[in-house]
């Protein structure tokens, strides 16, 4: 990957301390600045991308953006947008995407993702992987050395009909990583149901999984398993946000 840095403007004084929303919130604007009119765009789900699809309807009611056509990731987003007015379709509508902006929860050094810790990684799997560009956007705390490599999850998309059987059968794919699998629950501690009506398994590993590409076909060659939270080599831009600037990552 080449990598751009580039520093805050104006440039913060070190006395102003920056939150973590802050730094979602620059890499988001950032990511904005690659909108043009008329573009198709995938709207992402994370609190980062949250940011990202509040500015596209700024600019739009600011008319300093037009034509848009929003393809969201989530019930959430598409929430999101009809609030602010950005006129949404469909991939069936639009099976090709000009740009999508969305979070994630890791990047490793070869821009692959680990997302869906917000539950929404199906969606944003089929709509991303419809994209000419994707452009992910983080603060640095996001940055690993190997996915998987944070100590939080990695996600799995089950179909609920015998999801123990599905979870059993991953926790036993990935043994030699040392992974532990676990239904996700909702706050009310019942399962967690996604968009699609599926069930979140959480995968928690102890060692690096090895061949990425390998793992991934691992993964859906299992009949439950519906997908994963693993993207690679998807996103063609990364932008994160940290203390010192902002940096611009590209395949
Ligand atoms: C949702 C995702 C999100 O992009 C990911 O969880 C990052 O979220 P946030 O920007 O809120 O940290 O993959 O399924």
């Not at 089929?126 to 996915?147: N, P, Q, R």
């Not at 699609?196 to 928690?204: E, F, H, K, Q, S």
Request: glycine share 10%; with cysteine; net charge neutral.
């Amino acid at each position: 990957a080449s990598m751009e840095a580039i520093s805050l403007s104006p440039p913060m004084s070190p006395a102003v301390i920056l939150t973590q929303d802050d730094l979602k919130k620059i890499a988001a604007y950032k990511a904005v600045e690659f909108v043009e009119s008329g573009m198709v765009l995938g709207l992402g789900t994370s609190s980062t991308a949250k940011h990202a699809v509040d500015r596209i309807g700024e600019l739009l009611r600011q008319g300093k953006l037009t034509n848009i056509v929003g393809i969201s990731t989530s019930k959430k987003t598409q929430e999101q947008a009809l609030s602010l007015g950005i006129p949404l379709s469909d991939l069936d509508a639009h099976p090709a995407i000009d740009l999508a902006i969305d979070g994630a929860d890791e990047v490793d050094p070869h821009l692959n993702l680990v997302k869906g810790r917000g539950g929404s990684l199906l969606r944003e799997k089929m709509v991303e992987g419809a994209c000419k560009k994707f452009v992910c956007i983080v603060d640095e705390s996001k940055l690993v050395k190997h996915l998987g490599g944070s100590g939080l999850a990695l996600p799995v998309e089950v179909v609920p009909f015998c999801w123990k059987f599905t979870a059993n059968k991953l926790q036993n794919l990935f043994r030699r990583s040392g992974c532990a699998a676990k239904l996700r629950n909702d706050r009310e501690g019942k399962p967690f149901v996604t968009d699609n009506g599926n069930y979140i398994v959480d995968l928690y590993l102890k060692k690096e999984l090895g061949d990425l590409h390998i793992a991934s076909d691992s993964m859906l060659r299992i009949a439950g398993v519906v997908e994963h939270g693993m993207f690679l080599d998807m996103a063609t831009t990364v932008i994160v946000a940290g203390e010192l600037g902002i940096t611009i990552e590209k395949k």
